[in-house]
């Protein structure tokens, strides 16, 4: 298995510009979930997925967008990219209920 | 409103120098505790899951405990390996997990 993949691992994008982070897991987990990391903040919420087709607001979703059109893929958009969205980006699985989350490698993400 | 806070933020110890990481909870409807593993560069790797007070988990020099309030990750005579950060993170009750903004150790030879 390749558990939870990322990509790209790093990531330049001028202010106003859109992008998406890819992340795909192969563990057939029905729960999905982004995060963004920033220093002495701890890992924040931005949105979650409890299965295809259904998603929801995490802790700080404005300025993203997410789908999921399947189970192995939950795609992370920025519409509108902004210097305060210089973050690392993690993407995370696991099965339903409150077991335990594998998490993906990372995007770095610098916003100019 | 539901909160993790560990401390210390960073921790120094020297190889062999037992040590303790605290994880501190505010959160209604606890339904599980982590604790997590990340070196830089690298997403969070798992290490334990608590479910109820009492209960404790050990993984080699590690071991963790938990109580209604607060959880512990003990390290015995830990390895300069063993430096990174120790995140913890709880369940609420909506099934989303919470994080604390995590202790970064490091162990000295």
């Known amino acids: 298995n390749a ?20 992340c795909a897991q ?19 919420l931005i ?6 087709g259904i998603t929801d607001q995490g802790e700080v979703p404005n300025g993203y967008n997410v789908s ?4 192995e893929d939950f795609p992370l958009r920025l519409l ?4 305060s969205q210089t973050s690392v980006y993690f993407c995370a699985s696991r099965r339903q209920g409150p077991g335990e989350q594998y998490f993906g490698p990372g995007t770095r993400l610098t916003v100019t | ?30 339904r599980g505790l982590f604790w997590y593993r990340q070196d830089p560069g690298k997403g969070p790797e798992f290490l334990f899951t608590l479910y109820s007070a009492g209960e404790e988990k ?11 309030k607060e959880s512990f990750l003990h390290i015995t005579a830990p390895k300069p390996e063993d430096s ?6 709880v369940v609420d009750s909506s099934y989303k997990l919470i994080f604390g903004s995590g202790t970064r150790l490091l162990v000295r030879p």
């Open chain 1, 3 to 22: 558990g939870v993949t990322q990509t790209p691992k790093f990531q330049v994008l001028k202010t106003g510009q859109s992008m998406t982070l890819q």
């Open chain 1, 80 to 83: 509108s990219a902004a210097p």
């Open chain 2, 1 to 30: 409103e539901d909160q993790v806070t560990q401390s210390p933020e960073a921790l120094r110890l020297q190889e062999g120098e037992s040590s303790s990481l605290n994880c501190s909870y505010t959160v209604s409807g606890l």
């Open chain 2, 58 to 68: 050990e993984k080699e020099r590690l071991k963790a405990t938990l109580t209604k």
């Open chain 1, 47 to 52: 949105h979650y997925s409890v299965g295809a």
């Open chain 2, 84 to 89: 990174a950060t120790y995140l913890c993170a």
């Open chain 1, 68 to 71: 999921r059109s399947t189970t």
């Open chain 1, 26 to 44: 192969d563990m057939n987990h029905e729960y999905m979930s982004w995060y963004r990391q920033d220093p002495g903040m701890g890992l924040r």
